[in-house]
C-alpha cells in the first residue's frame, strides 16, 4: 500500500472509519430505541468511564509508535520496538481491569448510579482486548499498511454489528448488551494477535530503549490523561449533578459529529509520519496548509447544515424522546470550525510535545472551572456545554500563540485565513437561505430530503463564485468519483 498518495491513504482511512462510525451511530439509534432512557444513559456512562480511564494509563504509547515506527529503518529493531509496546499496553489494560474491580463501588456512588455496580463486573474486561486493538492501529499507520488497517476495521464492524445489535435484538437486556460488547471486542484481539505476531519480536529489556520511548510518549499521555478529562468534563459533570435518564439526553446531544473527527484525525494520521520525517519546515507548513483548507470545505458547510436540522435530526434518529438534545447539539456545533486543524499535531511532527501538556494543563483548569460555575447557574444543563465550547476556542488560540511565538513558524504560511473566512462566509450563506424551508416543509421527512439538496447547491454555486471551491477541488472531485465508478464497475 507504500505506493498509494498521502491524500489517497488519507481517503481510504476516512472512507473506512466513516463507515464505523455509520455503525456506531447505528448501534447507539437502536440501542436508544430499543432501552429506557436510564439504561441507555448507562450504557453510555460506562464508555465515558473507559474513554477516561483508557486515556489515563494508555500514557500516549499509541500515538508514540506513529512517531518512532516511521524512524526505524532497522526491521529487527521495528520488530522489538512493536513486541515490546504490545507487552506494555497489556500490563496497563491489566492494570485497569484489576483498579475498575476493586473500585467500582466508589465509580457507582460517583455517577449516582447503583445499575453500574454489576455491569462493571463484565464491562471491566473491556480494556484487556480493546488496548491491544488500538495498537494494532497504530502499527499498521506507522507501517504505511492502510490497507491492513482497514480489514480489521471492517472485521470489527461486522463482530459488533452481530454480538451488540444482535444481543440488543434479541434479548432487550442491557446486561446481555454489554456482555455482547466484550465478546465482540475479545474476537477482535485474537484478530489483532494474530495480525500482529509477524510483526514483532522477542526483545531484551533496555532501559534506554523505554526512556527515549517513554520521553516522547509521557508528555503527550499526560497531556491526553489532562484533554480527555478536559474533554469529558461536561459529561462527568453532568452524571454526577443529573440522573441518568438526564445524561442519556445530554450525552446523545453532547457532541462534535464523530465523522467529523474521523475525517480530521484520518488525514492527520496519515500527514504524521510524514511531517515527521521531513527536515524542512516550508514542507511542513505546507502540508499542514492544504490538508487545512480542504478539511474547511467539508466541516464547514456540514456544521451549518446540522444547526438548521437540529431538532429534526436529533428526533428522526433517536425519537421524540430525545428531541431535547438538539440544543446541546447546536452548542457543539460551534467547536467545528476550530477543528479543521489539529494545531497539537504541530508540536508532535518536531518533537516539542512539552507545549502539548503545557496546554493541556491549562485547558483542563479552565473547563473545570467553568463546568462548576455555569452548571450552578439558570443555564443548568447548558452550562457545561457552553464552558467546552469556550475552552476549546482557549486551547486553540494559545497553541496558535506558541507556534508563532515558540516554534517561530509563520502562520500565514500554515494557516489559508482568506480561503478559510470564504468557505465559512459560503456555509453561512447557504444555511440562512435555507432555514425558511424550515417552516414552508411541514413534514419531517421533507424537510430532512429537500433541505440538504438545496443547501449543497446553494453552498457549492457561493463558494464557487466566491472562490472558496477552486477549480483544482472540483478536478480533484470529478476524478475521484470517476476512479469510484471504474472499480465499481469491475
Same mark, same amino acid.
Given at each position: 500500500?507504500?505506493?498509494?498518495?498521502?491524500?489517497?491513504?488519507?481517503?481510504?482511512?476516512?472512507?473506512?472509519?466513516s463507515?464505523?462510525f455509520?455503525?456506531?451511530?447505528?448501534?447507539?439509534?437502536?440501542?436508544?430505541?430499543?432501552?429506557?432512557?436510564?439504561?441507555?444513559?448507562?450504557?453510555r456512562?460506562?464508555?465515558?468511564?473507559?474513554?477516561?480511564?483508557?486515556?489515563?494509563?494508555?500514557?500516549?504509547l499509541?500515538?508514540?509508535m506513529?512517531y518512532?515506527?516511521?524512524?526505524?529503518?532497522?526491521?529487527?529493531?521495528?520488530?522489538?520496538?512493536?513486541g515490546?509496546?504490545?507487552?506494555?499496553?497489556?500490563?496497563?489494560?491489566?492494570?485497569?481491569?484489576?483498579?475498575?474491580?476493586?473500585?467500582?463501588?466508589?465509580?457507582?456512588?460517583?455517577?449516582?448510579?447503583?445499575?453500574?455496580?454489576?455491569?462493571?463486573?463484565?464491562?471491566?474486561?473491556?480494556?484487556?482486548?480493546?488496548?491491544?486493538?488500538?495498537?494494532?492501529?497504530?502499527?499498521?499507520?506507522?507501517?504505511?499498511?492502510?490497507?491492513?488497517?482497514?480489514?480489521?476495521?471492517?472485521?470489527?464492524?461486522?463482530?459488533?454489528?452481530?454480538?451488540?445489535?444482535g444481543?440488543?435484538?434479541?434479548f432487550?437486556?442491557?446486561?446481555?448488551?454489554?456482555?455482547g460488547?466484550?465478546?465482540?471486542?475479545?474476537?477482535?484481539?485474537?484478530?489483532?494477535?494474530?495480525?500482529?505476531?509477524?510483526?514483532?519480536?522477542?526483545?531484551?529489556?533496555?532501559?534506554?530503549?523505554?526512556?527515549?520511548?517513554?520521553?516522547?510518549s509521557?508528555?503527550?499521555?499526560?497531556?491526553?490523561?489532562i484533554?480527555?478529562?478536559a474533554?469529558?468534563?461536561?459529561?462527568?459533570?453532568?452524571?454526577?449533578f443529573?440522573?441518568?435518564?438526564?445524561?442519556?439526553?445530554?450525552?446523545?446531544?453532547?457532541?462534535?459529529?464523530?465523522?467529523?473527527g474521523?475525517?480530521?484525525?484520518?488525514?492527520?494520521?496519515?500527514?504524521?509520519?510524514?511531517?515527521s520525517?521531513?527536515d524542512?519546515?516550508?514542507?511542513? %507548513?505546507? $502540508?499542514?496548509?492544504?490538508? =487545512?483548507?480542504? +478539511?474547511?470545505? #467539508?466541516?464547514?458547510?456540514?456544521? *451549518?447544515?446540522?444547526? @438548521?436540522?437540529?431538532?429534526?435530526l436529533?428526533?428522526?434518529?433517536?425519537?421524540?424522546?430525545?428531541?431535547?438534545?438538539?440544543?446541546?447539539f447546536?452548542?457543539?456545533?460551534?467547536?467545528?470550525?476550530?477543528?479543521?486543524?489539529?494545531?497539537?499535531?504541530?508540536?508532535?511532527?518536531?518533537?516539542?510535545?512539552?507545549?502539548?501538556m503545557?496546554?493541556?494543563?491549562?485547558?483542563?483548569? %479552565?473547563? $473545570?472551572?467553568?463546568?462548576? =460555575?455555569?452548571? +450552578?447557574?439558570? #443555564?443548568?444543563?447548558?452550562?457545561? *456545554?457552553?464552558?467546552? @465550547?469556550?475552552?476549546?476556542?482557549?486551547?486553540?488560540?494559545?497553541?496558535?500563540?506558541?507556534?508563532?511565538f515558540r516554534?517561530?513558524?509563520?502562520?500565514?504560511?500554515?494557516?489559508?485565513?482568506?480561503?478559510?473566512?470564504?468557505?465559512?462566509?459560503?456555509?453561512?450563506?447557504?444555511?440562512?437561505?435555507?432555514?425558511?424551508?424550515l417552516?414552508?416543509?411541514?413534514?419531517?421527512?421533507?424537510r430532512?430530503?429537500?433541505?440538504?439538496? =438545496?443547501?449543497?447547491?446553494?453552498? #457549492?454555486?457561493?463558494?464557487?463564485i466566491?472562490?472558496?471551491?477552486?477549480?483544482?477541488?472540483l478536478?480533484?472531485?470529478?476524478?475521484?468519483?470517476?476512479?469510484?465508478?471504474?472499480?465499481?464497475?469491475r
Amino acid at each position: 500500500m507504500a505506493e498509494l498518495s498521502l491524500s489517497k491513504q488519507a481517503g481510504l482511512l476516512s472512507i473506512t472509519d466513516s463507515l464505523r462510525f455509520v455503525v456506531k451511530t447505528l448501534v447507539g439509534i437502536i440501542l436508544a430505541r430499543i432501552l429506557s432512557q436510564a439504561d441507555y444513559g448507562t450504557y453510555r456512562q460506562l464508555f465515558l468511564i473507559y474513554a477516561t480511564l483508557s486515556t489515563v494509563l494508555l500514557l500516549g504509547l499509541p500515538q508514540s509508535m506513529l512517531y518512532f515506527i516511521p524512524k526505524l529503518g532497522d526491521e529487527e529493531q521495528r520488530r522489538s520496538f512493536i513486541g515490546r509496546s504490545i507487552d506494555l499496553v497489556s500490563l496497563l489494560a491489566i492494570v485497569m481491569v484489576t483498579g475498575v474491580l476493586i473500585f467500582r463501588p466508589l465509580i457507582s456512588r460517583a455517577f449516582s448510579n447503583p445499575q453500574l455496580l454489576p455491569l462493571l463486573l463484565v464491562f471491566a474486561f473491556y480494556p484487556l482486548y480493546m488496548f491491544v486493538n488500538q495498537i494494532f492501529s497504530s502499527v499498521m499507520l506507522g507501517m504505511k499498511q492502510p490497507l491492513r488497517l482497514v480489514k480489521f476495521s471492517v472485521f470489527s464492524m461486522a463482530t459488533d454489528l452481530v454480538l451488540i445489535l444482535g444481543s440488543a435484538l434479541l434479548f432487550r437486556k442491557l446486561e446481555v448488551i454489554v456482555l455482547g460488547l466484550v465478546i465482540a471486542a475479545f474476537i477482535q484481539w485474537i484478530y489483532a494477535r494474530l495480525g500482529l505476531r509477524k510483526e514483532s519480536s522477542s526483545y531484551g529489556f533496555h532501559w534506554e530503549d523505554y526512556k527515549k520511548q517513554f520521553r516522547f510518549s509521557l508528555p503527550i499521555g499526560l497531556s491526553a490523561i489532562i484533554g480527555i478529562l478536559a474533554v469529558q468534563m461536561d459529561k462527568i459533570v453532568i452524571s454526577s449533578f443529573f440522573d441518568p435518564a438526564q445524561y442519556a439526553v445530554f450525552s446523545v446531544g453532547a457532541m462534535e459529529l464523530p465523522f467529523i473527527g474521523i475525517l480530521v484525525n484520518s488525514v492527520y494520521s496519515v500527514i504524521l509520519p510524514a511531517m515527521s520525517s521531513s527536515d524542512s519546515p516550508e514542507q511542513m %507548513a505546507q $502540508l499542514y496548509r492544504g490538508s =487545512v483548507r480542504k +478539511n474547511a470545505l #467539508l466541516i464547514f458547510p456540514i456544521a *451549518a447544515l446540522f444547526f @438548521v436540522l437540529s431538532t429534526d435530526l436529533m428526533s428522526f434518529l433517536y425519537s421524540v424522546r430525545y428531541e431535547g438534545a438538539a440544543v446541546y447539539f447546536r452548542i457543539y456545533l460551534f467547536t467545528l470550525p476550530i477543528r479543521v486543524g489539529i494545531f497539537g499535531l504541530i508540536f508532535q511532527a518536531v518533537n516539542r510535545t512539552k507545549y502539548i501538556m503545557q496546554n493541556a494543563i491549562l485547558t483542563l483548569v %479552565a473547563n $473545570l472551572i467553568l463546568n462548576l =460555575v455555569l452548571v +450552578n447557574t439558570s #443555564l443548568k444543563m447548558q452550562g457545561p *456545554a457552553i464552558a467546552t @465550547v469556550i475552552v476549546t476556542y482557549l486551547s486553540s488560540a494559545v497553541y496558535l500563540w506558541l507556534i508563532h511565538f515558540r516554534l517561530k513558524y509563520s502562520l500565514k504560511l500554515m494557516l489559508p485565513l482568506s480561503q478559510l473566512l470564504r468557505t465559512m462566509i459560503a456555509a453561512i450563506l447557504a444555511g440562512a437561505l435555507v432555514y425558511p424551508f424550515l417552516s414552508i416543509l411541514h413534514h419531517q421527512l421533507l424537510r430532512l430530503s429537500v433541505i440538504p439538496i =438545496v443547501f449543497l447547491i446553494l453552498y #457549492l454555486g457561493i463558494a464557487y463564485i466566491s472562490k472558496a471551491l477552486l477549480p483544482y477541488d472540483l478536478e480533484s472531485i470529478s476524478s475521484g468519483l470517476k476512479e469510484s465508478l471504474r472499480k465499481f464497475k469491475r
